[in-house]
Each structure stands twice: as C-alpha cells, then as structure tokens.
C-alpha cells in the first residue's frame, strides 16, 4: 500500500527547529520571555489588545468561560458541528451546554436556529468557524447581546482568517462581535506549537483573569494584591516573595519551547494559509461538476481570499457510489488517501445523552450533514503530486 497522506498534519521548517533549539539552549524553558514576546506578536497579528497563551485551546475555553462568571444555573449554545471541548468547556464549569442547528451552506451555527433556541438563563454563546469558515459573528452578536449574554468564538480552525462586514474586512480574533476569541495550535491546524491554544480580547479585565486562572489563580503583581498590605491582616508583609491565590485556577501555562515554536510558525502563517487556498482552490476546480460530491460552499458574508481554510470537507453521497462512508474510506486508504469525519455532532455522543437527555432529531440539519461529511486531506506541506493523488483517487471513486 502506498504512504498514507493523511487529513491533516503539521508543516516544520529548519528556522521552526532553530527557533525552539535556542530556547532549549537558554535559561528558561517556561514561563521566561518567549511567552510574552509570543502573545504580544500574536495580538499585533490578530488586531487585539491582548492574548493569552494556554497549553490547549480546550484550557483557553475553560478559562473564557471562567472569566466570564459562567456557572451552575447558566447555558451555554453551541454548534453541534465541531469538537466536543467547545460544548464541554461549559460543562467544566457547571453550566449546561445546549446546542443550536447549523445552516446548510456553511454549516456553521445558524443565527436563526440560536434565537430559537435561546432560554431566559442562556448566559453565553459559543460560536464556532467551521473548517476555517467565519460564522455569521455580527447576527450572532445582535442575538446575544439583545440578551445580555457574552459571545466566545471558537477560532480553532480560522487562525489567520477575516470576514467582509459592511464594507470592511475583519480578522478573527480581532473585530468586535466576539468577547474573547480562541485559537487552537494543534498540529493538524494552520500553526502548531505542538499542543497549544491562546484567548484574546480587548477587555483588560478578562485577559488579566485569563493569566490568573492560567497560572493557579495566583497574582505575583503587589499593586494588585488583596490582602496583603492590610492594616490588621496576618499576611500583612508583602515581600518580594510574595503571591496570592485569588481565584481556583489551573496550570494552563504554554512552555517557552512551545511559544518559540508558535512565534517562528505565526511569521510564516501568510505563506502557510496562501498553500492551503491553492489545493483548496485546485480541488474546487477539479470536483467542480461530480454528481457524487458537494464541495464547501462560501455563505455570503465570506470570500475565499479571506478564509483561512483548516479542513476541506465535502458532502458526499455514498447511496449513489453504492458503498458505505466505512467502504469508500478504506477504498481511498488503498489509494494512500487518509480521510476524515468531522464531526459526529457533538449532542449524540453517549455522555450528552445521558447527562442532559438529548438525543438525534435535536439539530436535524447537522444530523444529515454528519451524513454524508468527508474531509479529505488538507495540509500546507501537501505537494501537487499529493493534490493531484487526492483528486485522482476522489474523481475516480464512481468508477468502481
Ligand atoms: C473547533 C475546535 N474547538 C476546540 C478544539 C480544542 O483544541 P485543542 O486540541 O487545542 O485543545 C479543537 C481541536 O481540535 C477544535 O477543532
């Protein structure tokens, strides 16, 4: 059998490899300067005041939904097409995930079904970018704020991206109908550090509560200590040792390996996303016309130049090529095609069934996309004979 392409994989270059061995040659392997110098360079990129970098996206999103005071009593709406941390992150916290359908162009949250399915303790919105693909941020930041509650956007897929709104172009991350925006460095995405994830926002109160529930709820910084300094406190000295535990927090914290890693990959992001666009584009091209298969469609709002593209996932009807998904994923695996299911909606997975009843027919649109989705591989490091591989295999499977 041929060498598998996979759906998705990282893309290191040899200034990748030097920029984390200098960090492994200095003093500090974490929390040392790296990790600033990443998250001021990362806020510049994405237009926001500042970011804040985790060891996950899933971390970042825990911490969204901590800063923002969700808890017990609270829902939380979410897209059923994507990763299962988007919805579990409100679960971390003790509210209750809910999920609103998706459109059928971009399959991402559908502003309509949102409103629908709001309730009076709806506290906040978790609005993901399918495959690289902006939502509709401004429709469901109306939707949400009309209701007094905060929007968090999950950026996974979209780093680097932007969105045409009225004239003007905005980057995810960086335009303001979302809270705070999270990003994801796993190595199947755009940029990796490996693991990794970073929280941005304009809001200085949530990102200086992200650094503490990051780092153990623990404040280093005098000015802002609470007790310490009072008059009649025991703990009235504070010293130059001297922290305080503010809040229950974590160790969220992204290593200076990583954030060396995550520097050198964001100043090749322009390149990295313009690779992905071309065999994004060439498949366009190439499965334009296939009975069997729907390509990813643009909504309105969005335009190929501006979306970052992570995954490239078709709808594919397997009744007509008169083979199971399972039988067409093995017959492209012979053809050395790694292929993808992205994503089992996340209200059908066993633990939401039973821990909050819901079950199929709940978002029926994202239920039949599930259907018939296949994501083929996608990833900057791809050559042209890997695309044409890909395109041959795909173009190929009616005449089995
Ligand atoms: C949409 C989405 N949200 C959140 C995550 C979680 O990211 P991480 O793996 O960095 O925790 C992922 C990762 O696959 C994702 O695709």
Not at 258 to 266: D, E, H, K, N, V
Not at 288 to 309: E, K, M, T, Y
Request: charged share 20%; proline share 5%.
């Amino acid at each position: 059998m041929a060498e598998l392409l996979p759906y998705g994989r990282q893309n290191i270059s040899e200034a990748d490899i030097e920029a984390v061995g200098e960090v492994l040659r200095s003093d500090f392997l974490t929390c040392g300067p790296k990790v600033a110098e990443f998250e001021q360079a990362f806020a510049e990129a994405v237009g926001a005041r500042h970011a804040v970098a985790m060891n996950s996206a899933t971390a970042a999103l825990h911490v969204a939904m901590l800063v923002a005071g969700v808890g017990p009593g609270d829902r939380v709406i979410t897209s059923p097409n994507t990763f299962l941390a988007s919805a579990n992150c409100a679960a971390f916290v003790g509210a209750t995930p809910d999920f609103a359908d998706i459109d059928t162009v971009s399959y991402n949250l559908d502003p309509a079904a949102l409103e629908e399915r709001w309730q009076p303790d709806t506290r906040a919105v978790v609005a993901v970018d399918y495959a690289g693909q902006p939502c509709d941020m401004p429709a469901i930041a109306r939707i949400a704020r009309e209701r007094g509650a905060i929007v968090v956007e999950d950026a996974c897929h979209g780093v680097g991206g932007g969105f045409v709104h009225e004239g003007r172009t905005w980057k995810l991350g960086g335009h303001r109908w979302a809270d705070m925006t999270v990003f994801s460095f796993h190595p199947v995405k755009t940029m990796t550090t490996g693991e990794g994830g970073m929280l941005v926002t304009d809001n200085d109160e949530y990102a200086q509560r992200a650094r503490l529930f990051r780092s153990h709820g623990m404040e280093r910084e005098a000015s802002r200590f609470e007790s310490f300094g009072r008059v009649g406190d025991s703990l009235a000295e504070a010293g130059p040792w001297a922290y305080e535990m503010q809040e229950l927090g974590f160790n969220y914290r992204l290593t200076d390996i990583q954030c060396a890693l995550g520097l050198s990959q964001l100043h090749r992001l322009p390149a990295l996303m313009a690779r992905r666009r071309e065999i994004v584009a060439r498949y366009n091209e190439a499965f334009a016309g296939l009975p069997f298969l729907i390509r990813p469609q643009l909504s309105a709002a969005n335009s190929q130049p501006l979306v970052s593209w992570h995954l490239y996932t078709v709808q594919m009807d397997f009744v007509q090529l008169g083979r199971s998904r399972t039988r067409i994923m093995t017959d492209l695996r012979h053809h050395g095609i790694g292929t993808q299911v992205l994503y089992i909606p996340v209200h059908l997975q066993p633990w939401y069934r039973r821990q909050y009843g819901y079950g199929p027919g709940k978002c029926p649109v994202a239920e039949a996309y599930y259907q018939r989705a296949l994501s083929l591989p996608l990833y900057s490091a791809m050559t042209d004979a890997d695309v044409e591989q890909v395109i041959q295999a795909v173009r190929g499977l009616a005449d089995q």
